[in-house]
């Protein structure tokens, strides 16, 4: 009998149970990811999928990873599975001081790079590192929506900077820092995507590089460069990093494996002042003590033995085959009033659809068809661009890019009568 009453009140505490009660305030801030989100929609399901960003799996190369992995076991294979130094093997922070030369950094060794688990973490870091409640920060107008999740777990007011062909805005830029230092604020950090950009597929010019560092100078602001796409152009020549044009340490530059090699191996990398890693550090002890051992050190020899250099022009030809598909197809079968970035690397391109359409619910529609995209309200930082979409084109096969673009063409015009 006393054990019947126990397990009563027991079962009544657990349905009193919320676990709501029990969450940080920081965690109101925090919202799905359309992409994720899209991603769970197609899943299982046989569907032409334009939402993730994931890269053709014909650009990875298995066959060099494999050769590696291989002579990894006749070396000293144990050490691999060690734990290691929170900032990233030496021998890979090198290697990286001079890959990064080819985005015009000069300046790197070992002592500034950090080694991440993907520039996600990066960026996630950064936030914690730099922002407090209330901080305003600068973002592009759409920007990447997983760094914008980041950013909002630190509550800040945000400013969002329109796109243009050339990258973000400057003249609008200047103004937008000049109106929130005139109110006795000021900007604490800029992020931005400036090569290829994601999601809107613009790569910000060279004169609008140097006068954004400018800007920053002036003002003294901070400048986050997320060059996850910057080794993706498809002529090889995307201007330089901004980090190329520091020289007092203004400039944190973040990029990534998971475009170049492949996403599974989990690997970022930070570039920044001494100051600033130190930090890094710091706080990545708290988070993962270090990233992977066994993927630094395939990675460590992919640039050792020139694989990702030699791969590129693979992934550069694929990609732009594919994006010159989707042009194509979104000029034949789209509304000829639809308005569409048309990107020199990467793999994204960004849609303004008519107005009076929903994204989010033409999405709805779409998917019962058989085509998935992401819509673009989630990559604004107010919720605003209910008309856009972006769309992923280096995944799909060139049929399938084919035959979705018109599935949502036909979608589209049917949305707008």
């Excluded at 291989?70 to 922070?93: C, I, K, N, V, W």
């Excluded at 920060?137 to 999740?149: D, G, K, R, S």
């Excluded at 109110?183 to 060279?206: A, D, E, H, L, W």
């Excluded at 673009?405 to 015009?413: E, M, N, R, V, Y």
Aim: overall charge neutral.
């Amino acid at each position: 009998m006393e054990t019947s009453k126990r397990m009563k009140r027991e079962s009544k505490r657990q349905n009193n149970l919320n676990i709501s009660d029990f969450l940080s305030k920081g965690m109101e801030k925090m919202r799905a990811s359309d992409i994720r989100d899209a991603l769970k929609l197609v899943e299982g399901k046989k569907i032409i999928s334009f939402a993730g960003g994931l890269p053709d799996p014909e650009t990875f190369p298995h066959n060099e990873v494999k050769e590696i992995v291989r002579m990894l076991e006749h070396s000293d294979f144990s050490s691999s599975f060690q734990y290691g130094a929170t900032l990233g093997m030496r021998e890979l922070r090198k290697e990286l001081a001079k890959f990064v030369s080819k985005r015009g950094i000069l300046n790197a060794n070992e002592d500034n790079v950090l080694i991440s688990a993907g520039s996600q973490e990066a960026i996630y870091i950064l936030c914690f590192l730099l922002l407090d409640p209330g901080d305003d920060i600068i973002v592009e107008a759409p920007t990447y929506v997983a760094a914008l999740n980041a950013m909002r777990l630190r509550n800040p007011v945000f400013h969002g900077i329109p796109i243009k062909n050339n990258g973000m805005d400057m003249d609008d830029l200047e103004k937008e820092i000049k109106e929130i230092e005139a109110v006795g604020r000021k900007v604490k950090f800029i992020y931005t995507v400036p090569s290829s950009q994601n999601p809107g597929g613009v790569t910000m010019s060279m004169d609008n590089r140097k006068r954004l560092l400018e800007l920053a100078e002036e003002h003294n602001i901070l400048i986050i460069e997320d060059d996850a796409y910057g080794f993706l152009a498809f002529d090889g020549n995307a201007p330089d990093a901004i980090k190329s044009l520091d020289t007092t340490g203004r400039v944190i530059y973040t990029s990534t494996f998971s475009k170049i090699l492949a996403p599974g191996f989990r690997l970022g990398w930070v570039i920044a002042s001494t100051e600033i890693i130190s930090k890094m550090e710091l706080m990545k002890q708290s988070i993962d003590l270090h990233s992977s051992t066994f993927t630094q050190r395939i990675a460590l020899e992919t640039l050792r033995r020139g694989v990702i250099e030699r791969n590129m022009p693979k992934v550069r030809k694929l990609y732009k085959e594919k994006r010159d598909v989707m042009i194509k197809s979104i000029e034949e079968w789209f509304p000829k009033n639809v308005k569409y970035s048309v990107p020199d690397g990467g793999m994204f391109i960004f849609v303004w659809l008519d107005q009076k359409i929903d994204t989010r619910k033409l999405l709805q529609d779409a998917i019962k068809r058989g085509v998935a995209f992401v819509p673009g309200s989630g990559f604004y930082h107010d919720d605003s661009g209910n008309n856009t979409m972006r769309l992923n084109f280096s995944r799909p096969s060139t049929e399938e890019i084919r035959d979705g673009i018109k599935i949502l063409g036909a979608l589209i015009k049917e949305a707008t009568t």
